[in-house]
């Protein structure tokens, strides 16, 4: 508190607006890359144009604070991962700099650029600098918006639209999301020569994946198909061995038998496949609660695999809701009961259903 006092509002962390000095944060950093409400052409501190085609996908969790961003800075258009602050020198405050998961940032975005920031091998990551490139009066909206107590923080506006427009738009929301997800399909059934049931088979698996290891989840169907994984339907063990060893989970050796006993079943299955891993850097455990840690979730999509593997014919088959939900009354292997992860006991000891 002593030092906040001690900032003037010539400080990066200060701004004016309605005439009141304001601490910036990166939250509000966040709503202006995001929806780009930037008032000026961008450039980076070393003068090159900035133009942003895609402002990518914002991360919740540990890791870059937006994903697969398209950036063209100078004559060369850039994909990679963005990392906002409200100095720059934040970068080495929170240990950036140490961190493997930050040596594919393509652009800094940056309150006010107080040190210029470098990746490990020595190479200046370009730096934006946007204090000044928006309208204050941004930040008064901003504010009401995040400190209602309404979960719908416009709500208080609703009352200004028409009735039938919004229940007009509510209606148009759901056919669009609907819309979305039918676009979604169809481009992986033309990708996969329309092969509908390995199309089912990797949305389910980024299903199991929810919104943290969604993708992830999907990149581990890919590259395991469906046909290699039906060959061994019958066998839950070889089932487990193929998603952990793909997942990139079986890369080193444990303490514990079925550990071990997997990652001996991944190595052989995987030399006659010709198959290779994913890098476990990809999985996300931080901020998740343990039940919906990949590891509980990948042996879980290990036994409806091997409980239903014609899951997409008896799913149309259904003919009652509570058969549809038998399909998927599984739960994961029993070393799960008391496991989190490989060779770490837990308690309580609980089976990991699914749901």
Not at 38 to 66: E, H, I, M
Request: hydrophobic share 40%; glycine share 4%.
């Amino acid at each position: 508190i002593f030092s906040l006092l001690q900032h003037t509002k010539d400080n990066p962390l200060f701004v004016e607006s309605q005439h009141k000095v304001i601490v910036m944060n990166e939250d509000f950093l966040f709503y202006l890359w995001k929806f780009q409400l930037f008032s000026c052409n961008l450039f980076t501190v070393d003068g090159l144009q900035v133009v942003v085609a895609s402002a990518g996908t914002r991360n919740a969790d540990s890791g870059p604070d937006y994903f697969n961003a398209k950036v063209k800075i100078g004559d060369t258009l850039w994909a990679g991962n963005i990392e906002i602050h409200t100095i720059s020198s934040d970068w080495y405050r929170h240990h950036h700099d140490e961190d493997d998961a930050y040596d594919n940032i393509i652009l800094h975005v940056v309150h006010e650029n107080d040190k210029p920031v470098k990746r490990k091998n020595g190479e200046t990551i370009p730096a934006l600098e946007i204090k000044g490139c928006y309208n204050p009066a941004l930040f008064d909206r901003y504010r009401d918006f995040v400190t209602t107590m309404n979960p719908i923080p416009c709500h208080r506006h609703l009352h200004e639209v028409n009735h039938f427009t919004l229940m007009c738009w509510f209606d148009t929301l759901i056919v669009e999301r609907l819309e979305d997800k039918t676009r979604v399909i169809l481009q992986n059934l033309s990708r996969i020569s329309e092969d509908f049931n390995e199309v089912f088979y990797q949305k389910l698996c980024r299903n199991f994946g929810f919104k943290t290891n969604a993708d992830a989840m999907e990149q581990l169907a890919r590259s395991l198909p469906l046909g290699i994984v039906s060959k061994h339907r019958d066998n839950l063990f070889q089932i487990e061995a193929l998603l952990y060893g793909q997942a990139g989970l079986l890369s080193t050796k444990f303490k514990d038998s079925y550990a071990n006993q997997l990652l001996a079943e991944y190595q052989f299955l995987t030399a006659k496949y010709m198959l290779t891993p994913m890098d476990r850097k990809i999985w996300r455990f931080m901020r998740m609660r343990p039940a919906n840690f990949p590891t509980i979730r990948i042996a879980q999509f290990a036994g409806l695999l091997n409980k239903s593997p014609g899951l997409i014919h008896n799913m149309l088959e259904a003919d009652k809701l509570n058969h549809l939900l038998s399909l998927f009354n599984v739960s994961a292997n029993e070393y799960w009961d008391n496991h989190y992860h490989f060779g770490q006991k837990a308690r309580p000891e609980r089976p990991k259903k699914l749901g």
